[in-house]
């Protein structure tokens, strides 16, 4: 099972908040992260990597603070874990720099690595647009469900 870290669950959130609010030059780290309930100090680290790899602009000031550097639906959900966790987000053994204790008998090295293979094209089609699409119809079709199953359409302007 992939499990992802919480930093590159903390990516993740943000970049999808930063794509929710494009109306927003920037928005900073505490927004941010009191939205989510992430601690703050954490999540300006996460976002300075992601800024360090062009995901995101980071603009000082007193109003500054983060926005998307790149459309949300060319961000992918990989280099956004890549960004923060590095090579090593996956099976360890088949990306890490340095071999296993095992290496010589390993029986799982190849299967492991076409895994990981698999879990980065996935990873690769998942895009930051994606992520806030799959949760506006959550949110819509929990609407309806509220409504008595009628389905509720509603206009913003």
């Known amino acids: 099972m992939l499990r992802l870290t919480k930093k590159a669950d903390y990516g993740l959130m943000a970049l999808k908040y930063l794509a929710e609010h494009p109306q927003r030059p920037a928005l900073s780290a505490k927004d941010i992260a009191e939205a989510?309930?992430?601690?703050?100090q954490l999540l300006a680290k996460i976002l300075q990597r992601l800024a360090k790899?062009?995901?995101v602009r980071s603009s000082a000031g007193m109003n500054g603070g983060y926005a998307l550097a790149k459309d949300p639906a060319k961000i992918t959900a990989f280099e956004v874990i890549w960004a923060v966790d590095g090579p090593q987000f996956l099976t360890a053994c088949t990306t890490g720099k340095r071999s296993c204790d095992l290496t010589d008998s390993c029986t799982i090295k190849e299967p492991m690595m076409r895994v990981n293979e698999a879990i980065m094209e996935l990873l690769k089609n998942i895009r930051i647009g994606d992520l806030v699409?799959?949760?506006?119809?959550?949110?819509?079709g929990a609407k309806a469900h509220e409504a008595g199953g009628q389905t509720l359409v509603s206009i913003q302007f």
């Open 53 to 55: 790899v062009g995901l």
């Open 36 to 40: 989510y309930h992430i601690p703050p």
């Open 133 to 140: 699409e799959a949760d506006a119809k959550a949110h819509a």
